[in-house]
């Protein structure tokens, strides 16, 4: 079956304006994940859900970020008023039990000008 | 708290080398241990896992060995291939909450 996917795979956009990136888990995965990678550097974790709720979300910069699994299924991260540190690769991954394995989706790179 | 760091990169290898890529742990609790592989323009996937001291995880010829009293998960391989060349991040989960991940090890093989 399909693998994880994500939009847009690309994103510019500049300083001050609101961004939405989506994550659209393996079907029927409960788990989903939020990561964001720096160059460089590996995944940082900054949230997940378990179906459609959020369980931990201590890893979100700021409350300029938030995201959402209304359905249990396809997920959002939303960046509002986005700055140019904000700029990275933000990864979706999701998993059918919590704790097992991982599947990762290509990402978005994220550019802020 | 918890943290993983790994050995910096980037390691370059003549194909059938032998490779070892050092990954130690901090974590409070009880962690399963990962290591995930990124090849080129692809996104990451799991290459093998250990869920318990002293478990040994093993894939396409990779081998991680899960050490308590040294906290360590090692990777190695007998003898690497060009299409080993990818970046290799070592990673810990508690309870399956969060994964904490190290910075990668970028490992090119040349022929």
């Known amino acids: 079956g399909a693998g994880v996917s994500q939009s847009p795979r690309y994103k510019v956009t500049k300083r001050g304006q609101d961004v939405a990136l989506r994550c659209d888990p393996i079907s029927g995965h409960v788990s989903l994940y939020w990561y964001r990678q720096a160059l460089g550097q590996g995944p940082e974790f900054l949230t997940y859900?378990?179906?459609?709720?959020?369980?931990?979300k201590s890893g979100l910069p700021n409350d300029r970020f938030s995201a959402e699994r209304p359905e249990g299924s396809i997920s959002t991260l939303t960046i509002q008023r986005t700055e140019q540190r904000d700029s990275a690769m933000y990864r979706c991954?999701?998993?059918?039990?919590?704790?097992?394995?991982?599947?990762f989706g290509p990402g978005t790179r994220l550019t802020v000008t | 708290g918890n943290s993983v760091t790994q050995m910096e990169g980037p390691v370059t290898l003549s194909e059938e080398a032998f490779l070892t890529i050092n990954c130690t742990y901090t974590a409070t609790g009880y962690p399963s241990l990962f290591w995930y592989v990124q090849y080129p323009g692809e996104g990451l996937q799991l290459l093998l896992k250990a869920t318990k001291a002293d478990d040994k995880g093993s894939n396409k010829g990779f081998e991680a060995t899960y050490r308590k009293e040294t906290t360590s998960f090692h990777l190695e391989k007998g003898s690497v291939q060009v299409s080993d060349s990818a970046v290799y991040f070592c990673a810990l989960s508690i309870s399956g909450n969060q994964f904490y991940f190290g910075t990668g090890t970028s490992l090119t093989v040349i022929p």
């Open positions: 859900f378990n179906y459609e709720a959020q369980q931990d």
């Open positions: 991954a999701s998993s059918s039990v919590l704790g097992t394995e991982q599947y």
